[in-house]
């Protein structure tokens, strides 16, 4: 199954991409394993998740912590710590 | 208590008129006793900041501010809620979010002004990147753990 992945602010510029459709691999079962996964596919995704604990992410457009099985998922979005208001 | 009623949200480029979006919660009734009114300004931080670039998620920052808004309605007995929040770059004086909150009792209206801002700000999908007036770029802002304990602190004393 295809998931578009979406990225913003930091996490975007350092990724180089707003957003991408994947193929996501057999085994990769929650949000914690898709920061894993993504880590190593190339420099710019390995500097973007270095700390992967202040990521943030959801899924379908709402908030998820990492545990969260992504099974299902069409859109997960990746990003900094939120600074609006 | 009559029906729950449905908050205003609304996430747009261009400014907003906070007399009209007060005058829009309370016009042709008699039934609001207060209004609470909380204004967000871009700071030019002792003259540094050219701009803020405001980077938001379409689509989840709807939905996010108005589970926030929902919540907020539920919990404490409101005739009006609207929230407002710009995006695209904000020069420094301008207006940047704005929370309006009607309510027949001031202590009602304040607290979920209140409430609204603090989850607003760890939890609804925005991110504020600087314009320096030298040129150089400043860089994302930083999520501020007093914002984080602010919001938690509406958590206790369910």
């Known amino acids: 199954m295809t998931t578009r992945l979406i990225y913003f602010a930091w996490v975007r510029e350092r990724i180089g991409t707003s957003e991408e459709d994947v193929e996501l691999p057999v085994g990769i079962e929650t949000v914690a394993d898709l920061l894993r996964w993504l880590q190593s596919r190339g420099e710019g995704y390995e500097h973007a998740l270095q700390y992967p604990d202040v990521i943030r992410v959801a899924i379908n457009q709402e908030h998820v912590d990492h545990h969260e099985k992504i099974s299902g998922a069409r859109e997960i979005a990746l990003f900094p710590p939120m600074t609006g208001g | ?158």
């Open chain 2, 1 to 158: 208590m009559s029906a729950v009623l449905a908050p205003t949200v609304r996430i747009q480029r261009q400014d907003f008129d906070v007399a009209a979006e007060i005058a829009g919660l309370t016009q042709g009734r008699a039934d609001i006793g207060a209004v609470v009114t909380f204004s967000g300004l871009c700071r030019d931080e002792q003259g540094a900041l050219a701009a803020l670039e405001l980077e938001h998620y379409p689509g989840m920052a709807e939905a996010e501010i108005g589970r926030i808004a929902t919540e907020a309605v539920q919990r404490w007995p409101l005739q009006g809620l609207t929230v407002i929040h710009r995006h695209g770059k904000i020069a420094p004086g301008e207006n940047i979010v704005l929370v309006v909150a009607a309510s027949a009792h001031r202590q009602a209206a304040f607290e979920a002004a209140n409430f609204l801002m603090d989850y607003l700000k760890s939890r609804a999908p925005f991110w504020k990147k600087e314009h320096r007036v030298d040129g150089s770029e400043g860089g994302w802002v930083e999520a501020k753990e007093t914002d984080v304990k602010a919001a938690q602190r509406w958590k206790s004393s369910e």
